[in-house]
């Protein structure tokens, strides 16, 4: 009985997976099949427009009929809002960048929606973006890690490609633009700021550390979403024992593209060279007692509220790659609060 029990919940338990890869296929192609659509009616829009030129007089009238006759006979997903979006998603994604009004992009459909693989709230924040290298840097991290819209909307909003980019010189700027984010050397996973808006901690002086870990913890997903790619989480409050005394790291992490161990320490005030010295003690121990020969070099963050770029230069080694700074800030600033705090702060 028990043999025909466990057999019998296999069978459910395989066809049930299948079921749900199927749901999930047709969910993504209705959601390819929506969005190619929109761009193509985009596209009979802007081509209805005086041969293609934008014509503001004609074009409000022109959407306002045809939101009117198509929400009549297809429903409210027609508003003049989302075909004057579709309109713009065609413009942003298939004129060349000479104003040539020459569609980059080839009618058939096939070719369409293997070109547009995020959902159609996502094309309408990223059509707002009009830098085209953030753009296009914002669809293939959406692409490669799966955000979903709240997701892109947060990591827009907190300037991730801003905050990238500050450390990079001019060509690997252009590849993010390409490629994403890539991860090759330590400084690449560094972020100046962090922004912890998630963890929904009031910029107060009454707060300790430990409440910072803790909310950190509650949060750990988003924490490692923050801190980029590769991010396993291993622990807080790591214990180690060397010569009869016990140390503490407070956040210990492992990134498997740069396969290094990553330790970090949180400090609610400002950095001092104490704190640098304790994080290269850290940085010591795990390279010479816990990492093995296959594993890369330690790396540790020192998490703070503010910092002296002087004293980490001064403390630290000139070639060092190994222990790095970053402030957090524990609200989301504007755009133009965080253009100034980006420019002020320069990633050590």
């Known amino acids: 009985m028990e043999l025909a029990q466990k057999q019998s919940e296999n069978l459910f338990q395989q066809v049930a997976s299948l079921i749900e890869a199927a749901r999930q296929t047709v969910i993504r192609q209705t959601n390819s099949t929506m969005v190619t659509t929109y761009y193509l009616i985009g596209k009979q829009i802007v081509e209805d427009e005086q041969g293609g030129l934008e014509r503001a007089k004609y074009a409000k009238e022109t959407l306002k009929n045809l939101s009117f006759r198509l929400k009549l006979e ?3 997903g027609f508003s003049e809002d989302n075909l004057s979006n579709m309109r713009k998603f065609f413009l942003t994604y298939s004129i060349s960048e000479n104003d040539s009004r020459k569609s980059q992009l080839p009618d058939n459909q096939s070719t369409i929606i293997q070109r547009f693989q995020l959902g159609w709230s996502h094309y309408v924040l990223l059509c707002r973006v009009k830098n085209v290298e953030e753009r296009s840097f914002y669809e293939i991290e959406s692409i490669n890690n799966g ?7 947060r990591q827009f909003d907190s300037a991730l490609y801003e905050r990238l980019v500050l450390s990079k010189d001019k060509e690997k700027i252009l590849a993010l633009s390409k490629d994403g984010q890539i991860i090759e050397n330590p400084k690449d996973i560094i972020k100046n700021p962090l922004i912890l808006e998630f963890l929904g ?4 002086p009454e707060y300790s550390e430990s409440d910072l870990e803790t909310a ?5 997903e988003k924490f490692m979403l923050e801190l980029g790619k590769g991010f396993f989480y291993g622990g807080r409050q790591v214990r180690f024992t060397f010569d009869e005394q016990h140390f503490f790291v407070d956040l210990v992490f492992y990134n498997r593209i740069l396969k290094c161990f990553v330790l970090i320490d949180l400090k609610i005030g400002t950095l001092k060279h104490q704190d640098l010295g304790q994080m290269q003690m850290y940085v010591n121990y795990y ?6 020969e296959s594993e890369n070099s330690t790396i540790g963050i020192i998490v703070c509220k503010d910092k002296n770029d002087t004293i980490v230069e001064i403390t630290l080694p000139k070639d060092n790659n190994q222990i790095f700074a970053s ?3 524990l609200c989301l600033p ?4 965080l253009r100034i705090l980006i420019e002020n702060n320069n990633t050590v």
């Open 74 to 76: 297809f429903g409210k």
């Open 147 to 153: 955000w979903g819209i709240d997701e892109l909307k």
């Open 201 to 204: 901690l009031e910029e107060k």
């Open 216 to 220: 950190i913890i509650n949060q750990i």
């Open 287 to 292: 390279d010479r007692y816990v990492k093995d």
């Open 327 to 329: 402030r957090y800030q």
């Open 334 to 337: 504007s755009k133009e609060e």
